[in-house]
């Protein structure tokens, strides 16, 4: 768990306030990602929420709308216990 949090914290820490776009893309993206292969800890749950809600007004809504729809999905059946697969 604390390792879940600390990858969620370095993706977030990347994204914010990154001059360029093209990477804070592929940061939604690998954020949606691990969205729904593992849940952060209860005490970085509503931060994590809260970001994925504030970038659902930005350029990248639709990232976010997906990465928010996988962590409440992961939330209810748990975390995976296989890596997805391509």
């Given at each position: 768990p604390s390792l879940a949090d600390e990858i969620y914290c370095q993706i977030l820490k990347q994204m914010r306030d990154n001059p360029k776009p093209q990477h804070v893309q592929k940061g939604w993206e690998?954020?949606?990602?691990?969205?729904?292969?593992?849940?952060?800890?209860?005490?970085?749950?509503?931060?994590?929420?809260?970001f994925l809600q504030s970038g659902q007004k930005g350029p990248n809504a639709p990232l976010a709308d997906s990465?928010?729809?996988?962590?409440?999905?992961?939330?209810?059946s748990g975390s995976r216990t296989h890596a997805p697969s391509t």
């Open positions: 690998l954020l949606a990602i691990c969205a729904r292969v593992f849940t952060p800890s209860t005490r970085l749950m509503p931060y994590l929420q809260a990465a928010l729809d996988r962590l409440l999905v992961t939330q209810v």
